[in-house]
C-alpha cells in the first residue's frame, strides 16, 4: 500500500510571506507603542517566526479581522482641545503595511506632484520650499486646512477610491474592515465607526492622499488649470494672482468639500496678503503658518542693500515647543555628567531642529539655541566649587572650553558660542 500524500490546501488569497517580513521590518524600524493587546515589539519578537505566520496565514484565508484601535489623547497646541491618534497593535501594523505595499506602487505613480505628505521621496521642506518660490511670484495665498478630515472621512467614497486602482479583492476587503474596526478608549469602552479613519494607522496615510487626490488635487488641476498649491496631508496653500481669484476659488473650495463629505475649517482657512517691499498694500491677513515655518514680511538683504521679502522662518509654535524641550532637559542639574555627557544626550535632537527649522531664515532659530548657552553655564556652576555663584569666571572657563572644542555642540558648530 502506498504511503498517504501530504495535501496542500491552497489559500484564497495569494499573499507573498516574504512580503510580511518586510513590513514587520517596516514597523519594527518605525516602533511605536502597544496597542489594545498591550504587546510590544520586542515582546512580538519573542515569538517572530509563529506571530509572523498567523498574519500571512489570516490574511491569506480571509480570515483576519482586525482588533480595536486603541485611541489616545494628544494635546493640540496652543491648548485648542485633543487630538485623537488611533494605536493598532504591532499584528495590526504590519497587516496594514502588507497592504499598503501592494497598494502603493498602484496609486504612487498617479498622484499630484505638489502633493507632499506621507509619499516616497517627498518631504515637508520640500513642500516649504516650493510654497516659498510661489509666494514670491504670487500676490495672494489661500491658506486652507480642512475640519475633522480624519474623523469624517466617508467610507463608501473611500472604497471607491480604492476600487478604482486595485483588483485584488482582499485589499478591498481589509481596508473595508479597518475603516470600521471600532477605537478602545482608555477605559475599556468600543466606540463604532461609520465614518473616518484613525489617524496613527499605517494605511490611514495612503488612504487620505488617495482620497484627496480625487477630492482636491485632481479636481483642483481640471478645474482651476494653472493654479499652483502645495498640500500635505490636510493642510494646503493655493497661489493666486488676485484677492478676485482668491475669493473666487475659495467659494468653490467649499462647495466641492461638501460634495465629498468634508468641511474647510473656518477658524484655519483664510486668504493671505504676500506683503513685501514690491507689494505694499495691506490686508486683514499678511502671514500664515505652514509646517512648522510661518511665512511673512522679513527683513533680507540683497546685492543693493536691505529689503522686505516674504519668506518663511520658524514660527511661534515650533520655537515654544523648541524652548520647551530644552528647558525639560534641565541640563544645569545633571552635575553627575561631563559636557561630552551632555552633548551627546543633546546633539541629534539639536540637529534635527537645525536641519528642518533652520533650512529657511536660520538666524530666527539662534535665540532658541543660545538658551542651551545658559543651562550650560548654570551646570558648570553647579558642578565645580570654584566657579560657584561666579557668573563671569563661569562664562570665561565656558568659552575656553568652546574655543578648543568648538565641535562638542551642534550649535557651537553654527557659531553660537558661550
Not at 253 to 259: C, D, I, N, W, Y
Not at 277 to 292: A, D, I, M, Q
Request: proline content about 5%; charged content about 25%; overall charge positive.
Amino acid at each position: 500500500m502506498s504511503e498517504p500524500q501530504q495535501v496542500t490546501v491552497a489559500k484564497p488569497f495569494d499573499i507573498s510571506r516574504q512580503v510580511v517580513f518586510k513590513a514587520w521590518e517596516q514597523v519594527k524600524a518605525n516602533r511605536g507603542a502597544a496597542g489594545v493587546d498591550e504587546q510590544s515589539i520586542t515582546e512580538f519578537e519573542t515569538d517572530l517566526k509563529g506571530n509572523l505566520y498567523r498574519i500571512w496565514n489570516r490574511m491569506s484565508s480571509g480570515s483576519y479581522f482586525p482588533p480595536p484601535v486603541r485611541a489616545v489623547e494628544i494635546p493640540k497646541a496652543g491648548g485648542a482641545g485633543v487630538r485623537v491618534l488611533g494605536v493598532p497593535t504591532v499584528s495590526d501594523r504590519i497587516a496594514q503595511t502588507v497592504v499598503r505595499s501592494y497598494l502603493e506602487p498602484e496609486v504612487e505613480p498617479l498622484f499630484h506632484p505638489d502633493s507632499y505628505g506621507y509619499r516616497p521621496g517627498r518631504s515637508a521642506l520640500d513642500a516649504v520650499a516650493a510654497c516659498r518660490e510661489r509666494c514670491w511670484r504670487s500676490d495672494w495665498v489661500i491658506d486652507l486646512d480642512i475640519r475633522a478630515f480624519f474623523d469624517t472621512l466617508d467610507h463608501d467614497l473611500v472604497m471607491r477610491s480604492v476600487a478604482k486602482h486595485t483588483d485584488l479583492a482582499w485589499v478591498l476587503l481589509y481596508v473595508e474592515r479597518w475603516l470600521k474596526a471600532p477605537l478602545q478608549a482608555e477605559d475599556g469602552t468600543l466606540a463604532r465607526r461609520d465614518r473616518g479613519t484613525p489617524q496613527g494607522s499605517a494605511i490611514s496615510p495612503l488612504l487620505a492622499n488617495l482620497f484627496l487626490h480625487y477630492a482636491f488635487d485632481r479636481w483642483m488641476a481640471g478645474v482651476f488649470p494653472g493654479v499652483p498649491f502645495e498640500r500635505y496631508a490636510v493642510h494646503a496653500v493655493i497661489h493666486c494672482q488676485s484677492k478676485d481669484q482668491a475669493d473666487s476659488i475659495l467659494g468653490r473650495l467649499g462647495e466641492r468639500m461638501g460634495e465629498v463629505g468634508l468641511e474647510l475649517h473656518s477658524g484655519k482657512t483664510k486668504i493671505v496678503y504676500c506683503k513685501d517691499s514690491n507689494r505694499v498694500g495691506s490686508h486683514e491677513y499678511e502671514r500664515f503658518t505652514f509646517l512648522g515655518y510661518t511665512f511673512g514680511p522679513r527683513l533680507a538683504r540683497g546685492a543693493r542693500g536691505d529689503f522686505v521679502s516674504f519668506s518663511p522662518a520658524v514660527s511661534n509654535p515650533a520655537t515654544k515647543a523648541i524652548r520647551a524641550k530644552i528647558k525639560a532637559w534641565r541640563l544645569h542639574q545633571r552635575s553627575e555628567s561631563s559636557l561630552s555627557q551632555l552633548a551627546e544626550a543633546i546633539n541629534s535632537i539639536v540637529t534635527g531642529w537645525v536641519t528642518y527649522y533652520g533650512r529657511f531664515y536660520r538666524s530666527r532659530l539662534y535665540p532658541s539655541l543660545r538658551r542651551i548657552n545658559n543651562y550650560l553655564l548654570r551646570w558648570a556652576m553647579q558642578k565645580y566649587k570654584r566657579l560657584k555663584n561666579r557668573t563671569t569666571r563661569a562664562r570665561a572657563w565656558l568659552a575656553s572650553i568652546a574655543g578648543r572644542q568648538p565641535q562638542l555642540f551642534v550649535h557651537w558648530r553654527l557659531g553660537l558660542l558661550p
